[in-house]
């Protein structure tokens, strides 16, 4: 006969300690990563992004007191956003070239407001020599110019001083900065009455991921510029007087950008993160 094997009697199953204790640290951590965010998300320098965006998105918006320089520069945001603005009984358009040198479509914009005197001003940025020009309309436009380096902060102070001249003339409502490159692609009263018409500034702006986007932004610009608002665009725009105002009374965004932004495109992106009232067109809309 074959003797049958006894059954073996299987001890209790153990209780798997290790995998409550885990999760009862996990638990922890993120109660007390709730309970008591950090101010800076300094552990982005040791991961990558693609692991550190999504905790970040994940987790509830943390409330942070504002340093001092964010509740002045709200204060003026909010005031100068919010006050009513002279009304102009001669409305005027200021072209504000900033340039190198001379300009080598004068004739083609002197043709474009020829007919319009008392509706336009000129104001003319010349970074590297005084120009020469070709029409009568351009002369006596230049203001006081110092070098321009693109990318540098050099060129956010060349359109401010563009900016800061045409705000001396009460008449000037609309601000429209330009390139030596560009040309008017529609007539002057076509102009005129499209911004005169609308209360809205137009700047270019969008996100870029990319290395030459948010791949520029530094973790020196927390708290009062975080990544997710950091912006990119053309830097040509047609502003209002108020949002023009606004940019020349903003001390809190340009230092950050001069200070921690030295390999960005300054212009592309500071003048987006004025958080204008603004609508978005390209450019080319002259």
Request: hydrophobic letters at 45%; proline letters at 6%; glycine letters at 4%.
């Amino acid at each position: 006969m074959t003797a049958m094997p006894h059954p073996r009697h299987r001890g209790a199953a153990k209780k798997p300690m290790w995998i409550i204790v885990l999760l009862s640290l996990v638990c922890v951590a993120l109660m007390g990563a709730y309970v008591y965010p950090p101010r800076r998300y300094s552990a982005c320098y040791f991961f990558a992004s693609s692991v550190c965006t999504p905790f970040k998105d994940w987790l509830p918006a943390v409330a942070r007191e504002r340093t001092d320089e964010e509740i002045v520069s709200s204060v003026v945001i909010r005031d100068l956003l919010s006050m009513p603005m002279a009304m102009s009984k001669n409305p005027k358009i200021a072209f504000m070239f900033l340039t190198p040198g001379s300009l080598p479509f004068e004739k083609l914009w002197e043709k474009f407001l020829q007919g319009h005197d008392g509706r336009y001003s000129i104001y003319i940025h010349a970074s590297r020599e005084k120009p020469v020009h070709s029409s009568s309309l351009f002369v006596g436009r230049e203001i006081h110019s110092e070098k321009v380096v693109w990318g540098r902060i050099s060129m956010v102070d060349a359109e401010k001083r563009l900016l800061g001249n045409a705000l001396e003339d009460v008449d000037n409502q609309f601000f429209v900065l330009l390139s030596d490159s560009c040309v008017p692609l529609h007539t002057f009263d076509y102009i005129y009455n499209y911004l005169m018409g609308t209360n809205v500034s137009f700047i270019d702006c969008f996100f870029d991921p990319g290395p030459h986007g948010t791949g520029r932004y530094t973790m020196e610009m927390l708290p009062e510029i975080e990544q997710r608002d950091f912006r990119k665009g053309a830097q040509w725009f047609a502003i209002t007087r108020r949002h023009a105002l606004l940019i020349l009374a903003d001390n809190l965004y340009y230092n950050k950008f001069k200070l921690y932004c030295k390999v960005c495109s300054l212009t592309y992106a500071f003048f987006n993160l004025m958080k204008l009232d603004a609508n978005y067109a390209f450019n080319s809309f002259l």
